[in-house]
């Protein structure tokens, strides 16, 4: 079974610092994606990355993909309050269709 | 392009009812994925469906849970004989075309909040 961990799960940090969440999953996948939600919300895309190497920057999120390591980053810089939210990487579970296995999230909180 | 619609936003049902969850598909997008979400939980995959065929179920519970995409109307999910472990979020999320190597991005609805009491 496809696994995906992210961590941490629980993140607080400050105004203006930078802070990365890391998501690691089992299987070989050919895309990674990263959503935001808010409370009582629905999913939003943020980043969708198809290949190893690959880099994707919004604002102050910069994702990257390292298929070999299984790995991908999600890096956020000079953290303002807005970006408090929960983050959620998810692969594709290798089943028709392609639908998705997420993590369980990280959820973040800034701070002034 | 009005986005992926799902209705109700919130459902409460007593034990023993049935819930039925409806999801509109953004237009011209013809794969339908539900998913559950349970309190402080990632996402899980329940199934996956194709205007009326059902193509993977294999995340879904095999009693009491069945969906249909019928050639017209929402999908829907339902739910027989509600109990309070299914208490969650239900979101549906849709997909055009898909494409080996393309981005098979899935659109996200707000979501059914689903209550048993």
């Known amino acids: 079974e496809l696994k995906v961990e992210q961590n941490p799960l629980f993140l607080s940090m400050q105004e203006g610092k930078n802070y990365t969440i890391y998501c690691n999953y089992s299987t070989t996948s050919d895309r990674l994606y990263w959503y935001r939600q808010d409370p009582g919300k629905s999913l939003e895309s943020l980043f969708v990355?198809?290949?190893?190497?690959a880099v994707k920057q919004e604002g102050r999120l910069m994702a990257s993909l390292d298929t070999k390591a299984r790995l991908s980053t999600l890096h956020i810089t000079a953290a303002v309050h807005d970006l408090s939210a929960t983050y959620f990487c998810?692969?594709?579970?290798?089943?028709?269709?392609?639908?998705?296995?997420f993590g369980k999230g990280t959820s973040l909180l800034v701070t002034p | 392009n009005a986005g992926v619609m799902q209705n109700p936003r919130h459902l409460v049902r007593r034990r023993g009812q049935e819930a039925r969850l409806r999801c509109s598909p953004m237009k011209g997008h013809s794969h339908v994925y539900w998913y559950r979400q349970l309190p402080e939980e990632g996402l899980k995959f329940m199934v996956y469906l194709q205007k009326e065929n059902i193509i993977d179920e294999s995340g879904m519970p095999k009693e009491r849970f069945s969906a249909e995409f019928p050639k017209e109307g929402p999908s829907i999910l339902r739910i027989q004989q509600v109990v309070r472990g299914d208490s969650a979020a239900y979101f549906c999320?849709?997909?055009?075309?898909?494409?080996?190597?393309?981005?098979?991005?899935?659109?996200f609805g707000p979501g059914t909040r689903l209550t048993v009491l």
């Open positions: 999320a849709s997909s055009p075309l898909l494409k080996t190597g393309g981005k098979n991005e899935q659109f």
């Open positions: 990355l198809l290949s190893n190497g």
């Open positions: 998810a692969v594709d579970a290798l089943r028709s269709g392609y639908a998705l296995n």
